[in-house]
Each structure stands twice: as structure tokens, then as C-alpha cells.
């Protein structure tokens, strides 16, 4: 990518896509909490407690993706395009490689896996039929992530948009037909969701491809002269990616052991958390994007050194995303009672949800200042100080989790003031990090 072209980056024209594909991603979690919710409360409790679980495959791969947009488009800014495809092409490997791993993994193990996380009896069969399916996805999952970052890293976050509307629209259609029956199918319930899942992120992985070789034109070289071109950006990709994605795995694992404490607070609670997560998913979208935006620019400008405008991008991005976290969850603390009579007319989960709702307004602005930071230090190359304080904080907060929620009674509402604290405390020891401007000397370039 020219100079000329880094220079016109903007923060907006970048994010918006990509909020709108986050906001999609949501919209469909949601439809599939929704067509759950239809088999009962045990159904739609079992979703939440398997997200944490799922969450080690949707939410550790794109981050771990983003390893190779932040280490293409620092070579982009740099003006060392020959080091371009090899960093695509390695991260293609890598990506398709863990989603396989992931994939066989989940298959192996569906029937052990809701014995693992402490599920009650009841919603055990609904996980083993639900994950004996949904292991085919990350397979597809990853080789798409991995196609998606080349998309970011060449400022084409308006294809990727694109790519994900396509496959959200197949994913809530194929839902609804397997799960009601439609054109003449038996319905399939639960199977059928996990089935639609699978096969639109197939349909996802096919759509990106063509994008990525036909729109974008960027041609893979299948020659032995590109392993050692490959070879010699490893080393660099792993120094952003390992870091990016170790956080993200840590929390996942963390949400499980999590999950397994909040499983003996009884349907109602959990209930409760799980459909309150699927109100987070709007202000993490907007924070997440801004964020991913700002990596784009953030990296680009740090391969071609030009600092000041590093850190003006940082700082417009936390301000944005703070502010939008604040506004939308004290709107959504509100309007709580129409909010959860969507999912549930139960007065007790409405309690709950509530207080849980008002701990967001403060638990979510600090969030954006953890992702934004933690985003910003992985693009210029400090990554390893954001995951060590993430590691370090995720598993330190869980006995303290253990004690508000079940040892001294606090239940639900205890537990989410834990996660709150965590955030806050993250999203500052974060932000001190940038301003120490420690990153000046750090990069790959």
C-alpha cells in the first residue's frame, strides 16, 4: 500500500464496517438464543454456559488473526512490500491450522465437555447434541478470520462487511428452515441450529476467498521459493499474534471455570446472565471496532514511524468508544423491564438483570479502555505487557468471583461486580502503559 494511501486512512471509514459486521455477528447470537428460548429455559441456559467454551474458538481466533493485519500493515506503512504475502500466507497456515485443532478437539470431546463445566443433568443432553454438530464450524472459522485480515490489512473492511451480511443472512435463514422445518424438512430443533451454523460459516470461508483472490487480487505464490520469505516472517507475525491471542484464550477459560461456579446459582440466575450478555454485545461492537480501526491505522503509521499520529489515534479511539459504553448501557439500564420480557416474563430474572445492567454503566466504559489499549499495545508491539496484565488479572479475580458468589451469598450480582472490578483495574494499568510511550522503541520494522 503507497504512503499516499496510508495517509488517507480514516478512522470511521474503516470502523463502520466493521461495527456493522460485528453488530450482525450479534443480531445472529441473539436469534440463536431466541430459537433455543422456544425449547425452554434449560435450552436457552445452556447456550449461555457453552458460550464461554465457544467463546475459545470465536473470539481466540479473529484475535489471533489480527497478528498478521497489524503485522502486514506495518510493513504496508514501512514500504516493505515483499514481506506482504508471506505474512498472509503464514497467517492462512496458522489460522487454519488452530480452527482445525480446535474442531477436532470439540468433536472428540462433546460428550465430556458439559460434564467438565459442571452442567446439571438436565441441559447435558442438549449440550452433547448442540457441540456433536457446532465442532465442524471452526474449521471454517479460522480459514475465514485469516482471510478477513488480509481484507483489514489492505483497508477493505467494506468487503469483509459485506462478506459477513451474506453469511449472517444464510446463517439466521438456514436456522429458521432446519429448526421449524421449512420446504417440506422435518424440524430439527436444537440440531438444526448448530447444523445452519456450520454450514453458513462453509458458505463464509468460500465468500472471503473469492473475494480476497478476484476483488483485492492478491495471489498466493505456491513455489518452494516462498517457505524461506515465509520462514523469515514468523518471528515477527508470533510477536503480535501470540500476545493478541493470549488474553482472549486465558478469559475464555477463565468464563468456563466461571461458568462453573454460576451453574450451581440455579436456572434463574444464569438465565439472567445470559441474556444480559447479549445486551453487552452492542457496546463491545462499537469499542471492538473502533478498536480494530484504530489498529489498522495505528500500525500503518507505526511502519512509517510517524508516532504523534499513533497516539492521536489511540486517544480519539478510547474517547469515542468510552462515551458510546456509557451512554448505551445507562439507556439499556433504563429500559431494562422491555429488554428482558423479550427473553423472559420470569420477575426474578428481571431482578437480577437489572442490577446487572446497572453495573455495566460502570463496568463497560472501562472495558473500552481495555480493549482499545490492549488492541493499540499489540499493534505497535507491546503486546506482551497487555497479555501478561490480562493473564494475571483474568485467573486472579476468579477466587475472589468464588467468594461474592457462593461463599458469601452475593450469587449473580456478586460475581458481576468482580468481572467490573476486573475491567476497571485492567483498562488502567493498560492506558498508563501507552502514556508511558515505552512503545516509541518497539515494533517489527
Not at 246 to 270: D, F, K, M, R, W
Not at 414 to 429: H, K, N, P, Q, S
Amino acid at each position: 500500500m503507497p504512503q499516499a494511501a496510508v495517509n488517507k486512512l480514516k478512522l470511521f471509514s474503516l470502523a463502520w464496517p466493521i461495527l456493522i459486521e460485528q453488530l450482525t455477528s450479534g443480531i445472529v447470537v441473539m436469534a440463536d438464543i431466541y430459537f433455543l428460548s422456544l425449547l425452554g429455559e434449560e435450552a436457552a441456559a445452556t447456550a449461555g454456559l457453552l458460550m464461554p467454551y465457544l467463546w475459545i474458538g470465536f473470539f481466540v481466533l479473529p484475535m489471533l488473526s489480527t497478528g498478521g493485519t497489524a503485522a502486514a500493515s506495518q510493513y504496508y506503512g514501512a514500504n516493505k512490500l515483499d514481506k506482504v504475502v508471506p505474512v498472509f500466507m503464514t497467517n492462512v497456515v496458522l489460522l487454519g491450522l488452530a480452527g482445525l485443532a480446535f474442531s477436532l478437539f470439540t468433536y472428540l470431546n462433546f460428550d465430556n465437555i458439559a460434564l467438565w463445566l459442571n452442567f446439571p443433568v438436565q441441559m447435558q443432553t442438549y449440550a452433547e447434541e448442540y457441540l456433536a454438530i457446532m465442532a465442524f464450524t471452526f474449521g471454517f472459522f479460522g480459514l475465514r478470520c485469516a482471510y478477513g485480515s488480509i481484507l483489514a490489512a489492505k483497508a477493505m473492511t467494506n468487503w469483509n462487511m459485506l462478506a459477513s451480511l451474506l453469511t449472517n443472512v444464510m446463517n439466521i435463514f438456514l436456522n429458521a428452515t432446519f429448526f421449524f422445518g421449512w420446504f417440506g424438512l422435518e424440524p430439527m430443533g436444537l440440531k438444526g441450529i448448530a447444523l445452519g451454523t456450520v454450514l453458513s460459516y462453509a458458505f463464509a470461508c468460500v465468500v472471503v476467498m473469492l473475494i480476497v483472490h478476484i476483488k483485492a487480487q492478491v495471489s498466493f505464490e505456491f513455489t518452494w521459493a516462498i517457505l524461506p520469505r515465509m520462514r523469515a516472517v514468523i518471528k515477527p507475525l508470533i510477536k503480535i499474534a501470540i500476545p493478541s491471542a493470549a488474553e482472549p484464550a486465558n478469559y475464555t477459560l477463565q468464563q468456563i471455570v466461571v461458568a462453573g461456579i454460576l451453574a450451581s446459582l440455579g436456572v434463574l440466575a444464569v438465565s439472567s446472565y445470559t441474556f444480559v450478555l447479549r445486551f453487552l454485545f452492542i457496546s463491545m461492537a462499537v469499542s471492538w471496532s473502533l478498536a480494530a480501526a484504530g489498529q489498522i491505522i495505528m500500525a500503518h503509521h507505526m511502519g512509517a514511524r510517524k508516532l504523534d499520529e499513533v497516539d492521536a489515534t489511540y486517544n480519539r479511539c478510547i474517547k469515542l468508544a468510552m462515551l458510546f459504553a456509557f451512554a448505551n448501557m445507562s439507556l439499556f439500564a433504563w429500559c431494562y423491564q422491555p429488554l428482558i420480557s423479550l427473553f423472559s416474563d420470569d420477575p426474578q430474572v428481571a431482578f437480577y438483570a437489572k442490577w446487572l445492567l446497572i453495573i455495566c454503566i460502570v463496568m463497560e466504559p472501562f472495558r473500552a479502555i481495555n480493549i482499545v489499549a490492549g488492541m493499540g499495545l499489540k499493534a505497535v508491539g507491546d503486546g506482551r505487557f497487555a497479555a501478561t496484565v490480562g493473564v494475571a488479572f483474568i485467573w486472579g479475580v476468579v477466587p475472589i468471583i468464588y467468594l461474592c458468589s457462593i461463599s458469601w451469598q452475593l450469587g449473580i450480582i456478586g460475581a458481576w461486580a468482580c468481572f467490573a472490578l476486573d475491567e476497571v483495574i485492567r483498562g488502567l494499568i493498560n492506558h498508563w502503559r501507552w502514556k508511558t510511550y515505552r512503545w516509541h522503541n518497539m515494533g517489527i520494522t
